[in-house]
């Protein structure tokens, strides 16, 4: 399995705070994405990223941002949950931006 | 933009039967094709691929085709276990700016009976 891992794996806050959650990898692979899953959606992409400093927008990227200050971490911020954040969030990492390897994902509550 | 589509389900099969979910995308240029399986409480795993037209994915039985004229990547194994029981993605990636985000069916239930 590739090395991948999130944390954290659950997490429940409250409309308004702000909320991270981290992704790290250790196979040194370029590129990272963000992504969520909800029911009848399958996976959207968030944002993602192209090497340390270097991200871009995804599909529904409005009220999330990220950043990738080394190439083993890739940070997502909600600045201010909202109760349509309510998701299971992964991460996928790729050498060759082709496909993708995922995390095991986080389960995030916004209540 | 790019899209794809899939059979929602659930799709409830007995052992060793035969098994296709259907895969159709819509996108410009030359995707690359994916199916990923789901299991329950997991993450997504790379289950095969295709990157060129007429190439053949396999891996642990299953197989798909990549047929460019009639954009479709059908998922298909000969005898099914319950052990296959998961949800399954069709993904393309398209190439945009130098990254290849994925762009995702919506998942197909797949219930296997003994």
């Known amino acids: 399995d590739a090395g991948i891992t999130q944390s954290p794996r659950h997490k429940v806050t409250e409309t308004g705070t702000p909320v991270t959650l981290r992704c790290h990898q250790t196979?040194?692979?370029?590129?990272m994405y963000w992504y969520r899953q909800d029911p009848g959606h399958g996976l959207r992409l968030i944002h993602y990223s192209y090497g340390v400093k270097d991200t871009d927008k995804g599909e529904v990227s409005d009220g999330y941002s990220v950043s990738r200050s080394k190439t083993e971490d890739f940070l997502l911020t909600l600045e201010s949950a909202t109760s349509s954040q309510t998701s299971v969030y992964f991460c996928?990492?790729?050498?060759?931006?082709?496909?993708?390897?995922f995390g095991p994902g986080t389960r995030l509550t916004v209540t | 933009g790019d899209s794809v589509t899939q059979m929602e389900g659930p799709v409830t099969l007995s052992e060793e039967a035969f098994l296709t979910i259907n895969c159709t995308y819509t996108a410009t240029g030359y995707p690359s094709l994916f199916w990923y399986v789901q299991y329950p409480g997991e993450g997504l795993q790379l289950l095969l691929k295709?990157?060129?037209?007429?190439d053949k994915g396999s891996n642990k039985g299953f197989e798909a085709t990549y047929r460019k004229e009639t954009t479709s990547f059908h998922l298909e194994k000969g005898s099914v276990q319950v052990s296959d029981s998961a949800v399954y993605f069709c993904a393309l990636s398209a190439r945009r700016g130098g990254a290849d985000g994925l762009t995702f069916g919506k998942g197909t239930h797949l219930i296997i009976q003994p």
């Open positions: 996928a990492i790729s050498e060759s931006g082709q496909g993708g390897y």
């Open positions: 196979e040194n692979h370029r590129y």
């Open positions: 295709a990157t060129k037209a007429d």
